[in-house]
């Protein structure tokens, strides 16, 4: 039998609800002139009192009696007439199973592990951001802790990251509470992004009142559990005094150009519908919403979703595998076309060495990777020979195991140009312990080996927030990392350069590049499975060993075919190209003179470590050099129908 809301509007502004059943009614005002709304989905479970006083937080499954999915494709619906429902888009996310999320309860339980002492101060800080509402329902009814055996039997805890979880946060203090410190509003109400909410639904079927402020579209909403800041412990478990910034996605966007041009975290995670949206189903007269922000809130995790998917049971999730296979999508289509810009050139010969260079973009708003510390991206770089198919170089291999066959045993360094295919470009931060030792184990992070994650546009080292956010190791001394072709900073890029010895090959060759990211590498899972007799990592295990975590491939690029067919002259090609440099040596001022009849393609100066030397000026007779470039140097030419030669100089 079909159900029927009445709905009486009041001429003191409240309203009242019955339920009238007919077969063959139509949706029509009824005798006494209130507004029948046709309602096939709905039952009498609809009818349910206030979320009990006594809870600080409403469930989920309070919100989604309005904000789930309309059969009747009134609300909740785009343009197209697709679902977009808060609650559809929302329960197979990360944020939806973060308090479910078996690698996050693998790396809680070794760490309580190794440092009994303090596992209550570690669960009560990992729960903070992981279960908030279980959370903050303890510690606002004066518990001093809140840890994993209380998740477990809290079911407003297992909910995770739930509407009351950021739509409860207040305005007071937002940004300047860091580490999953959360200020509650605990006056029952709720804040949204949209001016005069229809408030009387939601105050009488789930007692608590929608209330309009601008600070839930401000990135300052995320900050708290964004930016991740610890008190390192030593390997006996003694506090260090020393604090360590383990995750800073937060201040990693207050440094860049998206933060100056007002574009937040919610821009791209919550991603904003052009058309309105009716946002809440059940009553027909509601207007529809300019501005209706997408609950998605999809990252880079690609592998953890689909583990979660393959043992939902297992892990107590409710998400249909519809709605996980949308997030993947979505997931996949934010790290392929909105996280990277990548292109590969070819820029001429040098004796026996072909030269390419990668040029990486930043597209995201923070660093990348970002937030959690095991995640990372790595380049892999092959030149093959088209007319045989063999392999001539391959940089950027990995094995069955998903680990790079060529990375450092310590850690690789960044690189400005890569020579040897022992080498490899991994952009990702390598924590250490007080000792300089590479750790996993975040307690212990102490100091950082190396920073090299792509920064994001406009990110600079003289920002307010930097000394959280800074780059570490060789990536300091690239002048090509984070700067463009004018050396100036801020670029959000990288342009890594691979200088390939082919002796005296002749043929045609093509080099392709691709970027590759990973959520988890082994480098991180191998460490935290020595101690697989917890049950927490043995449960993780399981689920990590049967899943494929082939690196995900985030964007790709090859070249056109080039022939080689002068290499092998190369060497005494000085001779039938009659170029003169003077002075040499070069002098202070830097520049240098080209005498010559050929016409010149490009002009290229390095040093003997193979770094190119920025060109600051460049005409048909000289070019200048900036002051820093002392020392031998080579100058190398290509002439337009492609003869190469290089000469020695002094400056």
Request: charged share 20%.
């Amino acid at each position: 039998m079909l159900k029927y809301i009445v709905l009486s509007i009041l001429l003191i502004g409240g309203f009242s609800l019955s339920f009238i059943s007919d077969e063959d009614a139509l949706l029509s005002p009824d005798a006494s002139g209130a507004l029948c709304i046709r309602l096939e989905h709905m039952d009498e479970s609809f009818i349910m009192p206030p979320v009990d006083s006594n809870l600080i937080f409403p469930p989920s499954s309070a919100c989604f009696g309005c904000h789930s999915f309309d059969p009747n494709g009134l609300a909740m619906v785009n343009a197209n007439g697709e679902d977009v429902s808060f609650q559809t888009d929302w329960e197979a996310t990360m944020m939806a199973n973060s308090a479910k999320d078996p690698y996050w309860k693998a790396k809680v339980a070794h760490e309580t592990y190794l440092h009994p002492e303090h596992k209550d101060n570690i669960e009560t800080t990992c729960t903070s951001c992981h279960a908030p509402m279980g959370h903050y329902t303890a510690i606002l009814r004066g518990a001093t802790h809140y840890g994993m055996e209380d998740l477990m039997q809290d079911t407003i805890g297992q909910m995770g990251v739930s509407c009351g979880a950021c739509h409860m946060i207040a305005e007071e203090g937002l940004a300047s509470l860091l580490g999953g410190q959360l200020n509650i509003d605990t006056n029952r109400v709720v804040y949204g992004p949209f001016e005069m909410p229809f408030a009387a639904p939601m105050q009488s079927f789930v007692g608590f009142e929608p209330l309009y402020s601008e600070h839930v579209s401000n990135s300052a909403l995320c900050a708290s559990c964004h930016t991740l800041i610890i008190e390192s412990l030593d390997a006996e478990g003694e506090l260090t005094g020393h604090y360590y910034f383990e995750q800073t996605t937060y201040h990693e966007w207050l440094n860049s150009s998206y933060n100056l041009s007002g574009q937040s975290c919610q821009s791209c995670h919550l991603p904003e519908l052009e058309e309105p949206v009716v946002v809440s189903a059940n009553y027909i007269f509601l207007d529809p919403r300019a501005g209706y922000s997408q609950h998605t809130l999809v990252g880079g995790n690609v592998h953890m979703l689909e583990m979660m998917k393959a043992y939902k049971d297992t892990l107590g999730i409710t998400a249909s595998d519809e709605n996980y296979d949308k997030t993947i999508s979505s997931t996949l289509e934010l790290l392929q076309q909105k996280s990277v810009d990548l292109a590969v050139e070819y820029t001429g010969n040098a004796e026996d060495t072909l030269e390419f260079e990668v040029i990486i973009e930043n597209k995201a708003g923070h660093k990348f990777p970002s937030g959690f510390p095991s995640r990372r991206a790595f380049v892999e770089f092959v030149l093959t020979d088209t007319q045989t198919g063999d392999t001539l170089f391959h940089s950027g291999t990995f094995n069955e195991e998903y680990e790079l066959t060529q990375y450092d045993p310590s850690f690789e360094p960044h690189h400005h140009a890569i020579t040897t295919e022992e080498q490899v470009q991994v952009y990702e931060v390598v924590p250490a312990d007080i000792n300089g030792v590479f750790t996993t184990i975040l307690e212990r992070g102490y100091q950082t080996l190396k920073d090299n994650r792509l920064p994001p546009l406009g990110f600079q080292v003289q920002h307010n927030v930097y000394d959280t956010v800074a780059i570490f190791g060789m990536a300091n001394l690239d002048t090509d990392f984070n700067f463009d072709e004018n050396g100036v900073e801020g670029s959000g890029s990288d342009v890594v350069k691979y200088r390939i010895k082919v002796g005296t090959y002749l043929g045609n060759v093509q080099a392709s590049a691709k970027m590759h990211y990973q959520s988890v590498s082994p480098r991180w899972v191998n460490p935290l499975f020595e101690d697989d007799e917890i049950p927490a990592i043995q449960h993780f295990k399981s689920m990590y060993d049967a899943s494929d975590l082939t690196p995900i491939l985030v964007a790709s690029m090859e070249t056109d075919t080039l022939s080689i067919d002068v290499i092998n002259r190369v060497k005494n090609v000085s001779k039938s190209i009659e170029i003169v440099v003077y002075p040499n040596p070069v002098g202070a001022d830097g520049r240098i003179y080209i005498s010559t009849e050929e016409k010149l393609k490009h002009i290229w100066v390095y040093n003997p470590l193979g770094q190119m030397i920025p060109i600051l000026n460049q005409t048909d007779s000289y070019i200048d050099l900036p002051t820093f470039a002392d020392g031998l140097l080579f100058i190398g030419f290509e002439t337009e129908d492609g003869r190469t030669g290089t000469q020695k100089i002094f400056k």
